[in-house]
């Protein structure tokens, strides 16, 4: 479900597909391209790997086209459900990303008229409806009363044979467009395009837009509009492997600077003010953290913090999971975290909140995403791309945001807490971690053979531990659950056994006799148990199986070098098993749709 487009003086194929390749890692259960040249649209629709779609498809010629990889939802995986879709006529051919929610009924009254359709799609209708809208004769004015029918979340790109027309147009799902020399491309996400172009333009909600190879002309409500045109700060570069054998692995090892750019974006040098942007509400009354999976853990986490600090309630939830209840109304802040600032859920919750008076703020990995223009402000981490579906890096980027943001609703507290001078030398922390991996590794070949797996915490501890396990599911496909260590006794006590371990993660903080209790407790029902604790802990290691060490770190710091270690140990883990890190299975990077 990526939509890319490509108009200009190369041959269109090679950079469609190359494009392609750099998406795959995000839906990627077809793929299909279509080309406009002497003869009319050609295309090629392939299921398999992308490998195998491009040896498929490098005869097409021409120098307009579209291309898709598709992440099934509405109809199964089949080369007839792939993208492009065509209308009858075979002159206009369709890529969409999003979902038709009125398909059903659009797709009986174009049956009605005649249209004969060739897939289970929603998408499909798009195609017909602009035909029906007369299309063939003028793509840009029928795109736009087709647009006015369709509902839902939609990115699409639109190629014309009697034209050579390309028309795009977004609504709530992601599109950017990439300014080159004589060239314009078209994708879901900048990284697709990075290695051609250094600026951007993301259009916005209701956006039409025809691109050629000068550009792009934009409307909007029917009039046409100016879009801002934007540098694009990350490089090709950064989406390499650079000798990893994975993303993951790369990223991983990318946090020390991640944490340290991240931190630069609010920590100016002494005596200056704080260069966290203006919030758009300085003195809340409430908190709500919004975010979902990995980055629903950062929101958890900031409960704990912010919570701690600010003597104001503060509260995380699952974005998807938002109910009415959950607003406090005008006066309250909401922030909502997502790397990739297009997670559909999120931003219905923040719509929501929005909805509700509160003022809000986005914490994104990416530039111009969906989410920075709903959200009042934006803090961004400086993770720079992530390319893993298992977020890592962006992850402890959320975390240190976070710190900023206590730095800045409750300085006094957090400048008692030394919050800015862990930062500083957290990445040197995370450093030694990368720099000595062999007990971690060892660990890992340990775990690779059991099914089940509990990793227990107490306090900042447990977000970390249900971060951990995610990790653990999604890449080494090791059922793990993420449990605070005081409720193993209500109930999940009955799993414990010696065939399933339990990571413990052990702080120094007021919880620690009781996780060294809960450790007591655990072993003597059978299962091993690996210890997180500081490597001078002597006490830890004389009641563990295992220890792995992590340096000495103060309480706020400890979540983040606990997450390395779980990050490093799913990975290792997943490699032992066998597993595809980079690409699991049945899992999207980011999930546009609801
Ligand atoms: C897990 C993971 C997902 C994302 C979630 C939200 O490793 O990557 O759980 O955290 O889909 O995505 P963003 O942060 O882009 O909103």
Same mark, same amino acid.
């Given at each position: 479900m990526r939509n890319l487009g490509y108009v200009g003086y190369r041959p269109a194929v090679p950079v469609l597909l190359n494009s392609l390749e750099r998406v795959t890692y995000r839906g990627?259960?077809?793929?299909?391209?279509?080309?406009?040249?002497?003869?009319?649209?050609?295309?090629?629709?392939?299921?398999?790997?992308?490998?195998?779609?491009?040896?498929?498809?490098?005869?097409?010629?021409?120098?307009?086209?579209?291309?898709?990889?598709?992440?099934?939802?509405?109809?199964?995986?089949?080369e007839a459900n792939a993208h492009p879709h065509m209308d009858c006529t075979g002159d206009i051919a369709i890529v969409h990303n999003g979902d038709i929610d009125n398909f059903r009924h659009l797709k009986q009254r174009l049956q009605s008229e005649g249209h004969v359709f060739k897939s289970e799609t929603d998408s499909e209708v798009i195609a017909h409806l602009i035909e029906a809208h007369g299309g063939r004769q003028s793509l840009v004015k029928a795109t736009k009363k087709a647009l006015k029918e369709l509902e839902g979340p939609l990115a699409v790109a639109v190629l014309h044979r009697p034209s050579r027309q390309l028309v795009v147009a977004r609504r709530e799902s992601p599109l950017v467009i990439g300014l080159g020399e004589g060239e314009t491309f078209v994708a879901s996400d900048v990284p697709a395009i990075l290695p051609y172009i250094h600026r951007v333009v993301y259009l916005e909600d209701g956006d039409i837009a025809l691109a050629?190879?000068?550009?792009?002309?934009?409307?909007?409500s029917g009039q046409e509009v100016t879009r801002s045109v934007h540098q694009v700060a990350w490089s090709a570069d950064q989406i390499s492997k650079a000798g990893y054998d994975h993303f993951m692995l790369k990223e991983i090892h990318e946090q020390p600077q991640a944490i340290h750019d991240t931190?630069?974006?609010?920590?100016?040098?002494?005596?200056?003010?704080?260069?966290?942007?203006?919030?758009?509400?300085?003195?809340p009354s409430a908190v709500l953290l919004l975010g979902c999976g990995t980055s629903y853990h950062a929101a958890l986490l900031g409960e704990q913090v912010l919570s701690s600090m600010l003597g104001i309630p503060v509260s995380a939830r699952v974005a998807s999971e938002l109910h009415e209840g959950a607003f406090q109304g005008p006066g309250s802040l909401a922030v909502a975290f997502s790397q990739s600032g297009e997670t559909s859920d999120t931003i219905t919750a923040l719509r929501r909140a929005k909805d509700s008076g509160y003022r809000s703020l986005a914490i994104t990995n990416v530039m111009g995403s969906s989410i920075t223009r709903l959200a009042d402000s934006t803090l961004y981490t400086r993770a720079g791309p992530e390319v893993a579906v298992a977020s890592t890096k962006s992850f402890v980027s959320q975390v240190v945001a976070l710190y900023l943001l206590a730095l800045h609703l409750a300085p006094e507290r957090a400048k008692a807490a030394g919050i800015r001078q &862990?930062?500083?030398?957290?990445?040197?922390? *995370? $450093?030694?971690?990368?720099?000595? #991996?062999?007990?971690?590794? !060892?660990?890992?070949?340990?775990?690779?053979?059991?099914?089940?797996?509990?990793?227990?915490?107490?306090?900042?501890?447990?977000?970390?531990?249900?971060?951990?396990?995610?990790?653990?599911?999604?890449?080494?496909?090791?059922?793990?659950?993420?449990?605070?260590?005081?409720?193993?006794?209500?109930?999940?006590?009955?799993?414990?056994? &010696?065939?399933?371990?339990?990571?413990?993660? *052990? $702080?120094?903080?007021?919880?620690? #006799?009781?996780?060294?209790? !809960?450790?007591?407790?655990?072993?003597?029902?059978?299962?091993?148990?690996i210890a997180v604790a500081d490597r001078d802990d002597a006490e830890t290691a004389a009641f563990a199986d295992v220890v792995i060490p992590i340096p000495r770190s103060d309480v706020f710091m400890a979540p983040v070098l606990q997450t390395v270690v779980l990050q490093l140990m799913s990975?290792?883990?997943?490699?032992?098993?066998g597993c595809p890190i980079d690409r699991p299975r049945n899992l999207a990077k980011s999930v546009t749709v609801p």
């Open positions: 990627y259960d077809s793929f299909g391209v279509a080309l406009v040249d002497h003869n009319g649209i050609e295309m090629v629709k392939s299921l398999g790997t992308v490998e195998e779609h491009r040896k498929r498809a490098e005869h097409l010629q021409g120098s307009i086209g579209i291309d898709h990889t598709r992440w099934a939802t509405v109809g199964g995986v089949s050629s190879e000068s550009g792009i002309t934009v409307w909007n931190a630069a974006e609010g920590l100016p040098a002494a005596g200056q003010a704080s260069a966290t942007p203006m919030l758009p509400v300085e003195d &862990q930062l500083r030398s957290l990445p040197s922390k *995370v $450093g030694q971690i990368l720099a000595n #991996t062999e007990a971690i590794e !060892a660990a890992a070949r340990g775990l690779a053979p059991f099914q089940h797996m509990f990793i227990v915490a107490k306090g900042l501890g447990v977000p970390v531990a249900m971060e951990g396990a995610l990790k653990f599911k999604e890449v080494a496909y090791l059922h793990t659950e993420g449990y605070p260590a005081g409720e193993l006794k209500h109930g999940p006590f009955a799993m414990l056994d &010696q065939n399933t371990p339990v990571i413990a993660l *052990v $702080g120094n903080d007021q919880h620690r #006799t009781r996780m060294l209790t !809960a450790i007591k407790e655990i072993k003597a029902r059978g299962p091993q148990v990975y290792y883990t997943a490699r032992e098993r």
